[in-house]
Structures are given as structure tokens and as C-alpha cells.
């Protein structure tokens, strides 16, 4: 058996519970490098040394226990006057493992717990208060892994009273490495004496156990992995002058606020070249072009379906919007689970709202919409398109929030799923356990040759403004499911032998902001002697003719 040290430093049980959030949305292209610091190990503190704040220690407890006040511990004494209540595991959002001395089933919990991901494991107490003496408890959890290996964790904590859910400081909050979280394991907590105070208790056989046996802890063993490329634009119109900064500094939160607040064991960043933007006013409706752009640069670049490409700007802190608020960022649509949905996990973002610096927040919002999630209500916000299958009142998240990588608490009283205009933000355990499946879905892929699946099906894609028809239309890899056709919806080929071709396979997503939606329709088989195209909506007409058609990967034409 080896002993580890607590992940986790002093300040994670002095920090505050609610921390501030920024304001979420509304209320050239060349070669890739990849972001330092995107997997979860690269920035976890190591597991070497004593923290002499929290008491936790390398050393087996077993050969110690001296009584700072003079007397001497006896070895392993077991704690009396308490017992264990409760026993959650926490690497983004609270998830309860046992209650009341018995093993959390599946029907108790609330959310996945992934692989390969530090973890805090919260364990609530209950004293005998007739007879309980304010203390140091010794709390021992120990992993049994599938190898037959273990790994021990202590903690000692100075106990008052019996354990709050609004007070971390009453409960033994107790860190294990991502190397130790791994599918299978096993695990226990027993409670020891550290000094004296206790001698007049009754005495107990054994320590106090979360459970009477060992027990699954409930690790998942999907791989779990996000795939995002970062567009960092080179802004220059109306005299605003800018550049993102792609500096390891600068994008270290962007990269640690997504992969905290998703189930993820590895995140994978790349930054593309700087977009040079100059002919777009990003103050106007230059900023839903920009998205267009954005969608056709992916569709050029043709990346694996399960990559995210995120355009990330500065318009020098401006508004955008027409008094009605300040519109942040914006998705292209909703996408679903499918590879042939690819070109539609596109999505943009400002950096600076009047100097506050809101982008960090709104990147995680605006990748949520392209992870398949919709808006979640709160109070005096005017989010479009709420899911009114949100469990919590007013948007707030309810349960307990850790960051892993950050160690700020996040109180669920005062917090709001991401997915909410209200502030601060934080995931619910609700959006947690709907991410994790689309999550899964997409890494599941990275064991195929995902560009063999994408060659030769071909979507035709547009981005039509339902209030004027304006629309930009090209062509990009993918299909459409027949379940995601929508109801009387079609597009129409032109052909240059004056004959037409009709396809009722036409989805229809609307954007995360403004009047705006994504279109995708199949590519008939003859496409390069299309003349002209026309979408019929029940509310609009949109024609093009074949030259305004920007085509990519159709070697039998040339784009216009």
C-alpha cells in the first residue's frame, strides 16, 4: 500500500464560496500549433511533500500520533462519537457515492464521474452531540484498484459539529490524484483519533467507515475528450485595431474553464493562424458574417467531425447590439450527435465587454449550443429558446461546484448553469450528465478513420436571415439524417438543361442569436451542372444562382 498526498492546498478550505462571473451573450487562414497546458496532468500539482496547513501528510499515519498537547495517540485509535454520513466525489459537480453508510446506486446518483481526473471526495460527518468534544479527526480513504494495487488519502480537520451542506470547513474534504481515479476502483473512508479530548466516549471496536465494505466508486471508463480550434482574428476596420493574444497566459483560463466544466479526462486546443478581419464591421451585423466566415473556413480546412472551431476577436470592448443588450457570441445552430453534422460545431465570441473581459464565460456558452444544449431560463434575462427540461428553479445549479484546476468553490445557491444569461456561471450537475454522452459520442469517433467516413457525402450549407432572406450558401462535407428533415422544408436544383431536382432532407437550425439559421440539404449526385438553387421555407423564399455558391472538395468544378 502507498499513501498520497492531498491534491488539494489550505486555500481550497479558506476560499470563498462565490466568486463573480462575467456577462454571458446578449444579456487568413494556414496551419495549426498546438496550446501548451491543454491535458489535465500537464497543470496538476505533484504529489510530493507535506502540506503542514492542511495536515495531510506522506507519511503512514500508523507509525505516528503524537499528541501536540503532551499525551501520546494510540495507534490507529478508532474515532468515537462521530460516524460518516455521507461521501460525495467532485471533479466539477457534487456526485453522492454512499449515504448513510451504504453504497450510492445507480438510481442515487445525480451525474458520470470520469476517468483520469482529479477529484475532491467531500465526507459529511454526524456527531454525538450529548457527548462530543471539539477535535482533530483523522479521515483514511483508501482505493482498491483492479490491479490489486491501493492508494491511501488522509486529511485531519478540527470538527465542531455535524457536517453543512453550506460549510465545506465542518466537512473533510479529501483530494485524490487523476492517476489514482480509474475504472473499477474500490473505495473506503474510516475516521481515527489524531490527539486526545476523547478518552471519556465510549470506546468502538473498529473506525467509523463510510460503508460497511469496500464499494465501487463509480468511475467511468469512456474515453473522454474535446477537440477545439481556436481562430484568433486580427480585427482592423472603423479604427479599432486588434489582435488576440495567443500567449500560454492569456489562454491558460479559456483552456481551464472548459475543461472544468465538462467531463473530460483530456482536452485537445490548437491555435490556428491569425484571421486577418478588415472588411466587417464586428460592432454590426459584420458579427453574424463573421460566423459565416468562420463555417466556411472550417468547411475549406475540412478537420475531423468532432472538432469545435471557435473564432475568438476583439471589437475593443464595443457593444453589439441595438440597445437591447450586448450580444457576446454566437453559434451557428444546435447540432446533434451525427458526423454528417460537422460543419455545424462552429461558433464565435468577443474577448472584452468595455474593458471587463468576458470572453473566457462566453466560450464555454457558445461551444455548450454546439454540444447540442439550448438556453437555460433565470430571472430578467431574454435568453431565446430556453429547455424547459432544466430540473432547477431560476437557472441556478444548486448542487456544489469544484473547479480542478482553479480550486474555487461555487456555491449552487448563488450560481447559474453556463447555459443561463445570469451571472455568476457554473455547470449544473443536470448539464454535467447531458454533456458527458455528447462528449462520449464524439471521442468515440478518434478510433476510425474519421476523414474515410466524411469523403464523398456532400452537403449543400447556407445561413439565411429569416427577416430579410439575405444568405450566403456553399458546400461542405457531411449528410442529413432523414429524422433531422425538417417539415415543409425544401431546396431546389437548377440544372443548366433547364430541368430541377427537389430534395425535402433540408435541416434547419436557428442560431443562438438573431433572425439567422443554418441550412443543410444533400448534394444531388450531378452537382457540378447546377445553374442556381432555391430554398422554400412556410415563411421565406432564398435563390442564388451557382456563382454565389462557394464550393469546397468538389474536384469536378471550380469554386467560383
Known sequence: MRTGLLLFSSMFLAVACDNGGD???SGGTG????????????????????????????????????????GVTPVDEPARGISISRVEANS???????????????????AQIPKNRNT???????????????REIEARMTLF?????????????????DSSTSSFQSNIVIGVLAEDMLPNAQFNVELFEVGSGYEGLPEESEPPKAMPEPNYIGIESTYQNMRIMIVPIEYDFGGCQTQFDTSEEALAPYIDHMFQQNALEN????????????????????????????AQLRAAESPDPNVYYYGLFDNCGACIGDGGGCTLGVANGIPGD?????????AIGAQYLSGSEVGIETFVHEIGHNQGRRHIFCSGANAAGTDPSYPYDDGKTTGWGFGVRDFQLRNGNTHFDYMSYCNPTWVSDWQWKETFARIQTLSSWEGADMQDAMDGRYVLMGSVNTETGEASWWTDRGWVEPEDAAPNYRVRFSFDDASSDDTLLVDSDPWSEGPWITVRAPLPTDFDAVTGIQLDTPSLTASAPRSEIQAFHLDSFQAP
Open 338 to 346: 451525427s458526423m454528417g453534422e460537422a460543419g455545424a460545431r462552429v
Open 23 to 25: 456577462a454571458m451573450e
Open 145 to 161: 484498484h483492479a490491479d490489486g494495487t491501493e492508494s491511501e488519502y488522509i486529511e485531519r480537520v478540527l470538527i465542531a459539529q
Open 267 to 294: 482536452i485537445d486546443i490548437e491555435i490556428h493562424d491569425l484571421y486577418r478581419v478588415d472588411d466587417l464591421d464586428l460592432t454590426g451585423n459584420g458579427f453574424f458574417s463573421l460566423l459565416n466566415v468562420m
Open 120 to 134: 475532491a471526495f467531500r465526507v459529511y460527518l454526524d456527531v454525538d452531540e450529548d457527548v462530543w468534544v471539539q
Open 92 to 110: 466539477g459537480v457534487a456526485i453522492p457515492i454512499a449515504i448513510d453508510g451504504a453504497w450510492a446506486d445507480g438510481s442515487q446518483r445525480n
Open 31 to 70: 496551419g495549426a500549433t498546438e496550446a501548451s497546458g491543454s491535458n489535465e496532468t500537464d497543470s496538476s500539482p505533484t504529489s510530493a511533500g507535506t502540506d503542514s496547513q492542511s495536515g495531510s501528510t506522506t507519511s503512514d499515519s500508523a507509525t505516528s500520533g503524537v499528541d501536540t498537547t503532551g
